[in-house]
């Protein structure tokens, strides 16, 4: 149990780090557009509005949070034939985050109010949010495998051959 709850930890600390990055780029945005704002007066900006910059900001957080925690559970709970197979385990977070991705692109397309360029954004990191989170997959899952790839188990117990 003590090592499905530390991927579970890694899953949900790389998510939020992971969502922190469009989370403070919009959070960087909206200031810019503020002041924009005090200097020039009203631009019509979407991010004028800090109920929808809200929804970028922390909706960008959930994203990503959402996406370690799920990527989290399944490393903590999936075979561990699966787990220690450095591929296998790699190809499983690349499809599950980059399908969880999908969550940012909701969050661009209800904060940017229509607008296109967030939201082909968004769609254009699908990709490399999967491809980062399976580069990342070996740390995440580290506590159920061991610095070699090979199981943790009990003292004497034979490795897990890879698959």
């Known amino acids: 149990m003590g090592k499905s709850r530390a991927v579970l930890r890694r899953g949900l600390v790389f998510g939020l780090r992971a969502g922190a990055i469009p989370a403070g780029a919009c959070a960087v945005l909206w200031l810019i557009v503020m002041v924009t704002r005090y200097v020039n007066g009203p631009g019509g900006s979407t991010l004028e509005d800090p109920v929808l910059a809200a929804v970028a900001v922390l909706g960008s957080l959930a994203a990503g949070a959402s ?54 954004l968004a769609l254009l990191a699908m990709p490399f949010v999967g491809a980062v989170t399976a580069a990342r997959s070996r740390h995440l899952a580290a506590a159920r495998i061991g610095p070699a790839g090979t199981h943790l188990g009990r003292p004497g117990q034979c490795p897990v051959p890879p698959v």
Do not use: H, Q, W
């Not at 229509?114 to 939201?119: A, K, L, N, V």
């Open 67 to 120: 996406i370690g925690a799920v990527v989290g559970l399944v490393l903590a709970y999936a075979p561990l034939r699966l787990v220690s197979s450095g591929p296998l385990r790699a190809l499983t977070c690349f499809v599950l985050a980059t399908a969880l991705a999908f969550g940012e692109v909701v969050v661009m397309a209800v904060s940017s109010d229509g607008g296109y360029g967030p939201i082909l």
